[in-house]
């Protein structure tokens, strides 16, 4: 009977040494791997770093050049119409922008180098010629082109691809924005509505930081403005707040819904693509000058300093979205963030003055609050507040982030994001949709609607 217990535990010893053993290696292996993602992800965010500080310069001089001359206006027409004429014959699939890092991220699709240079220079031109657009989607796509190069050099495939082209769009926020907690966390957030990609965490974190880290040190500028005042938490400060929040989401849906129609309407008018990039150069060239709304064009920074002094009206935050939403319907290249920056600043700013006494508190709510319901962010967007203006208000940045995250519905400036968790009961129906499939499901059922009341009628 001893022996018996005696040989029993033996065997137990040894299974459980065979077990630990292949743990240490699969642990090993994991760690190797691991490791090798790490260090990649170091280079990728360094090569990002300097490209972001390129590009922020080449930004720079492109401003003041137009600003120094407003004759550049009238190049808008030329711009759009050599930017279309590269898209469609030598882009591949770069004209699909920010969508094609999001698909490439999920399915593992490659992205070809060019698309990195294109949008370097057709995002410049655009700035250039004054059209109102951002700078967060060259940057990603410039982040995400390098992030799918790297990983094919390294033969880097499945999962590890993944996470790489997640730290490369971080490393590209961190870079352009100075922002490196929201970089971070953008990395993670973008590609889904519903859902933050924590296995990439490490990665995100580590290219966020080091992109920020290198376009810093080569000498990009970050300038944030601050909050004067914090108020409590009142029952009537409340009050506005949600009632902002409200406001904040469904301009954030008036922007996307602006953008898609002005694409629409091209589309459905002109047939000829260089026709209609040269007629929505056009029309953006005769509002800038001919209605003296040349303030609007570019990045237009000049609104955000400007809703913070309380210098902004209502007229502000409409101006620069028609002129957005026309800019980037019309296929001209840049981003949407800076300007939802200016839009969502510009209208908090008017509203804190007019309801609270105070301009800055309000604008920096609504900087936040359109920017995170219009890119579907809602966590990169708390971390956004808290990089820009510390962590004092940042029970505010929660409330404004999630009721105007979910007032936006899954509107979205990146129709490619995957809807994993629906916004709200009434939007089930949409979960495992991309943004652009559940939109299209939604057109298609409002048309028999409307197709059985006409035979009811």
Not at 122 to 143: D, F, Y
Not at 223 to 229: L, V
Request: aromatic content about 8%; hydrophobic content about 50%.
């Amino acid at each position: 009977m001893p022996k018996q217990v005696i040989e029993s535990a033996r065997e137990g010893l040894r299974r459980e040494s065979r077990e630990l053993a292949i743990d240490a290696r699969r642990d090993m292996g994991n760690a190797r791997a691991s490791l090798r993602v790490f260090a990649l992800s170091v280079v990728i965010a360094a090569l990002m770093g300097a490209a972001g500080w390129a590009f922020l310069a080449a930004l720079r001089l492109a401003t003041g050049v137009r600003e120094a001359h407003l004759w550049l206006f009238l190049l808008l027409p030329a711009v759009n119409m050599a930017t279309a004429w590269l898209y469609r014959n030598h882009g591949l699939r770069a004209q699909r922008g920010n969508n094609l890092v999001i698909d490439s991220t999920i399915t593992g699709t490659p992205i070809h180098k060019r698309m990195a240079l294109l949008t370097f220079a057709c995002s410049t031109a655009t700035h250039l010629a004054g059209g109102s657009a951002g700078r967060e989607g060259a940057a990603v796509q410039m982040g995400g082109t390098i992030a799918s190069n790297v990983a094919s050099l390294f033969h880097v495939e499945g999962h590890d691809r993944r996470d790489l082209m997640m730290a490369g769009i971080s490393a590209a926020f961190g870079a352009a924005f100075g922002t490196p907690l929201a970089g971070a966390f953008f990395g993670m957030e973008m590609c889904f509505i519903g859902k933050l990609d924590y296995s990439a965490a490490l990665y995100c974190l580590t290219g966020s930081f080091v992109g920020n880290a290198v376009s810093r040190a080569l000498g990009s500028p970050f300038a944030f403005e601050q909050i004067a005042a914090v108020p409590a938490m009142s029952p009537l400060t409340l009050a506005v707040v949600l009632a902002a929040a409200v406001a904040f989401g469904l301009t954030a849906q008036l922007f996307t819904f602006c953008i898609r129609t002005v694409k629409r309407l091209y589309a459905r008018f002109f047939t000829n693509y260089l026709v209609a990039a040269a007629m929505g150069g056009l029309l953006l060239a005769v509002l800038f000058l001919g209605c003296g709304l040349h303030a609007y064009g570019g990045l237009s920074e000049w609104l955000v300093p400007a809703a913070f002094t309380g210098k902004t009206t209502l007229a502000d935050p409409l101006a620069k979205l028609g002129m957005t939403a026309l800019t980037v319907g019309a296929g001209l290249q840049g981003g949407e963030v800076t300007p939802l920056f200016g839009i969502g600043a510009s209208l908090g700013g008017w509203i804190g003055a007019t309801m609270l006494g105070d301009p800055s508190f309000m604008a920096a709510l609504g900087m936040l609050g359109v920017f995170g319901a219009a890119l579907n962010v809602p966590v990169t967007t708390i971390m956004l507040g808290i990089d820009m203006f510390g962590a004092s208000a940042s029970a505010y940045f929660v409330i404004v982030t999630f009721v105007s995250y979910l007032v936006a519905g899954h509107q979205a400036v990146y129709p490619a994001q995957r809807i994993v968790t629906p916004k709200r009961r009434s939007l089930k129906g949409d979960a495992e949709l991309s943004v652009e499939h559940a939109l299209e499901q939604r057109r298609a059922e409002i048309a028999k609607m409307v197709d059985a009341n006409e035979e009811d009628c």
